[in-house]
């Protein structure tokens, strides 16, 4: 149902849910970002709708709401173990369509692949999410050419015009706090092009994952890993045991967020690892973004955020990448023939 | 409904303790659920973490873990839990599937502690005989104070072809030497294009031996592989063990040659 309201009217609104909902939304943290003197806009609880940056694509995802960079999984002694509680409130979270598609990826490997995620589970159950419009495409987006660029699956839409917000509700606990508001046909603001173009090769084959291409990779990235922490679809993660005093019983296991870019992620007993060299990497992470993923659960993992190609220090550009492998696939291709 | 929380290992009692050599112990464990060859379990210490490691044999409510001491986890496992409890999560994988093997001509190829996933093949044919056309299992050991499961092997040797060898002897030691890959002509085998190969141990040892199996006439198809990585979570979720489209601890560690042939890292 679309309405027509007042700002003040949706923040007592909102005021009203959390009690029962934490709401978190993109915020402008001043100084905080990347590069000196930049600020960052990542994910922060509101109590406010003017607190939201509506008006810049955010640097981090929402995933840390769903998938903590740190949770403790339970606490134990030398021989009990008890479940983490998990947080009483519900969440809200306000994000862009992209980002919703991300939503997919993410419960596609937390509740189809193998057992159900406990953590994830629980969290995701409580949670309603609030679609933000996009009225025009920020740099290095690229959601056209990943299809993510329109998504109907919100619990709500909301857009805020001054004091004037416009919102399409899917969530009867918002219709009814709603009633009696003006209704109108509301549709979502969402782009229909990008400046950036990427072609995604069909199938990339496997003798390509030696190609000298990768090498370039190899000599510039750091592995510093910012490009998994910023991607909202990567979802991988390492268990750590902390024990609360050096000679206590106790302690807790939790997990923490993982890149396939950093050092470690591969290591096995004995200092044996695979894919040593950090083209490799890029490779491993490209491949499965846009193309092992894709032949698993049958679309890509890769939303076209462009928030990788945003925070590399490197300035490595991985719609870039997917461009020039599909130029090396066709190449290959004609080859052949 | 109560969800069943997979990361929370439960306990199992140490009912036996069977050694070795220094590093390698294999812990008979109470477990009463079902299992197969091939599939894991984490073994999981509080503190220390957690440790991907293979049944090795399959008793009546209980399980065995081969493991040998090579870090945390495992140290911790050597040093403090003997004749106690461990805490396990698991089984996790798909295992070896014993009816893909009935009625046919095998050879089993195993290197060192790759011998622990494939173990319970060997049991079940050692006990059922009859099941299969003919078993040879062919063994190579680093030396011979490497040597796993010496009293298991009294017992393999009534009914099947057994043969073990090691790559560096030591004095007094008078069995067979050198690597597996050169015994493989040697082993009888009616129709290799009908007959199985399993093997499992380190990468370079199976690649030679899948070489030499094709060079007496095994077909792609007949032949299956367990692969090692690096595993966390063990349920398709941290990633770690992604290779391709595959998550090695859910869709294997077991795998036919024709898919497992494609995994690069
Ligand atoms: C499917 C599977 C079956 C296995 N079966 C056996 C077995 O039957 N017997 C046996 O002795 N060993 C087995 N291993 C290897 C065993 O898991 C490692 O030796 C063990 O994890 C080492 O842990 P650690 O903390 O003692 O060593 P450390 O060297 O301290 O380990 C360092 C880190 O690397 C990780 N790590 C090291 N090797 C591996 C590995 N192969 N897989 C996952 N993580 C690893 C550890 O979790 C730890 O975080 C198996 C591994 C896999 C994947
Ligand atoms: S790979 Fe880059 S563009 Fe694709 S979803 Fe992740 S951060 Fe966004
Ligand atoms: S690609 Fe860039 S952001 Fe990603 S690990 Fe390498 S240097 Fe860091
Ligand atoms: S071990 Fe975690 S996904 Fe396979």
């Known amino acids: ?337 | 409904m109560t969800v069943i929380n997979p990361y929370i290992p439960f306990l199992s009692e140490i009912v036996a303790v069977i050694k070795h050599t220094e590093i390698e112990f294999t812990f008979r464990m109470t477990y009463s659920g079902e299992v197969k060859p091939g599939q894991f379990f984490e073994v999981s210490l509080p503190k220390f973490g957690e440790a991907p490691i293979s049944v090795s044999g399959i008793g009546d409510g209980t399980v065995d873990l081969t493991i040998r001491k090579v870090g945390k986890v495992t140290d911790e496992i050597f040093e403090n839990y003997v004749g106690d409890t461990l805490f396990l999560r698991g089984p996790y994988g798909n295992g070896f599937d014993i009816a893909n093997y009935k009625g046919k001509e095998i050879i089993l190829v195993a290197g060192g502690t790759g011998l622990s996933p494939v173990k319970g093949i060997v049991d079940y044919f050692s006990a059922h005989p009859d099941d299969c056309k003919s078993f040879t299992l062919l063994v190579g050991f680093k030396s011979p104070n490497d040597v796993l499961f010496k009293k298991d092997f009294e017992e393999w040797e009534k009914n099947l072809n057994v043969i073990m060898t090691v790559d560096t002897p030591v004095d007094g030691y008078c069995g067979k030497c050198g690597l597996v890959t050169q015994y493989i002509p040697e082993i009888p085998i009616e129709n290799s294009d009908q007959a199985v190969g399993i093997v499992v141990g380190p990468p370079m040892m199976m690649k030679c031996t899948i070489t030499e199996l094709f060079n007496v006439g095994f077909k792609e198809e007949n032949i299956w592989i367990s692969q090692e990585r690096k595993m966390c979570c063990g349920i398709g979720k941290c990633g770690h063990c992604k290779i391709d489209d595959t998550y090695i601890c859910l869709d294997g560690p077991v795998f036919n040659y024709t898919k497992g042939k494609f995994l690069k890292d």
Not at chain 1, 34 to 45: K, V
Not at chain 1, 47 to 68: C, G, H, M, Q, R
């Open chain 1, 1 to 337: 149902m679309g309405y027509q309201t007042t700002l003040a009217k949706i923040n007592a609104i909102f005021s009203d849910l959390s009690k029962d909902y934490v709401i978190y939304a993109p915020k402008r943290f001043v100084g905080d970002g990347t590069f000196t003197n930049i600020d960052t806009i990542r994910y922060g609880e509101i109590t406010d709708l003017s607190e939201i940056e509506f008006a810049e694509k955010s640097n981090y995802s929402f995933k840390e709401v769903l998938l903590p960079i740190s949770e403790t999984l339970f606490y134990f002694t030398e021989n009990e173990m008890k479940e983490a509680d998990a947080p009483k409130k519900g969440a809200i979270v306000f994000l862009r369509s992209c980002d919703l598609h991300g939503l997919k990826r993410m419960d596609t490997i937390y509740l189809e692949n193998g057992a159900v995620d406990t953590y994830y589970k629980r969290l995701r159950d409580k949670t309603k999410f609030i679609l933000m419009g996009c009225e025009n495409s920020f740099e290095n987006c690229f959601c056209v050419s990943m299809g993510t660029q329109k998504s109907d699956d919100y619990d709500a839409y909301i857009k805020v015009d001054g004091n004037a917000v416009l919102v399409d509700s899917h969530w009867d606990l918002l219709d009814a706090a709603l009633a009696g508001a003006t209704e109108a046909s509301v549709m979502p603001d969402s782009v229909t092009a990008n400046n950036t173009v990427v072609t995604v090769p069909e199938t990339v084959p496997q003798t390509l994952f030696d190609a000298p291409f990768w090498e370039d990779y190899g000599n510039r990235c750091i592995a510093c890993g910012r490009c998994n922490f910023v991607c909202p679809t990567c979802t991988c993660f390492t268990m750590q045991d902390i024990f609360y005093t050096d000679n206590g019983k106790a302690g807790e296991r939790r997990r923490v967020w993982a890149s396939c870019h950093v050092d470690g992620y591969t290591d096995m007993a004995g200092g044996h690892a695979f894919r040593n060299d950090k083209g490799q990497r890029m490779r491993f992470k490209v491949m499965h973004k846009v193309n092992d993923y894709k032949r698993r659960f049958g679309t890509h993992m890769c939303i076209g955020c462009g928030r990788c190609d945003d925070v590399c220090p490197e300035y490595i550009s991985f719609a870039n990448c997917i461009n020039k492998l599909n130029t090396l696939v066709n190449d290959s291709v004609k080859e052949e023939n």
